[in-house]
């Protein structure tokens, strides 16, 4: 059911807010490999507000460079706002990227969205509720469970 649905996602959420600020980028680059991203953690002061660069495949002869930014903020909390995504823009241009990619446990605003695809580079912004659809399509530290839907079959009575 939907509901049982969010309740995995915010199970998962609260997990991932429970990891250390570095353990959590480790993960996010950790998933993002996974999707065929080639990533080199960057990091530490001076990195810019860039916690990943790399390539980014889009065809077999085709790639793109990306630079990937991890906010580990709470997934309860108040939006990531415009000027977080035109601050990142700004510094993953200053690392060469093409693309880019911002990830939280959160969500964003509406002119941070608006803000990510009308200026350059793009930003690819992934929310809670994407990254727990991502953790899920990789089955990544979650563990299906298979239930018999005994209505299902009431249609044969």
């Given at each position: 059911?939907?509901?049982e649905?969010?309740?995995w ?13 570095d ?14 991203l ?21 065809s077999?002869?085709l790639?793109s ?13 108040r939006?990531?706002?415009?000027e ?22 959160g969500?964003?605003?509406q002119p ?8 350059s580079?793009t930003?690819?912004l992934?929310d809670g ?21 005994e ?7």
């Open positions: 059911t939907g509901e649905a969010q309740k996602q915010d199970v998962l959420l609260a997990r991932l807010h429970r990891l250390s600020p353990s959590f980028e480790e993960f996010i680059l950790y998933l993002l490999r996974l999707y065929g080639e990533l080199e953690r960057v990091g530490g002061s001076g990195d810019e507000g860039v916690d990943g660069i790399g390539t980014a495949p889009l077999p002869v790639s460079r990306v630079a990937v930014q991890v906010k580990r903020f709470d997934p309860t909390g939006p990531i706002g415009r977080v995504v035109a601050l990142f823009q700004r510094d993953a241009q200053t690392k060469g990227a093409e693309r880019a990619i911002l990830v939280t446990l969500k964003f605003s941070a969205r608006k803000a990510a695809i009308v200026t580079p930003v690819d992934i509720d994407k990254l727990a659809e991502l953790v899920r399509e990789k089955n990544v530290g979650i563990r299906s469970v298979i239930r018999v839907q209505e299902w079959f009431d249609r044969f009575e």
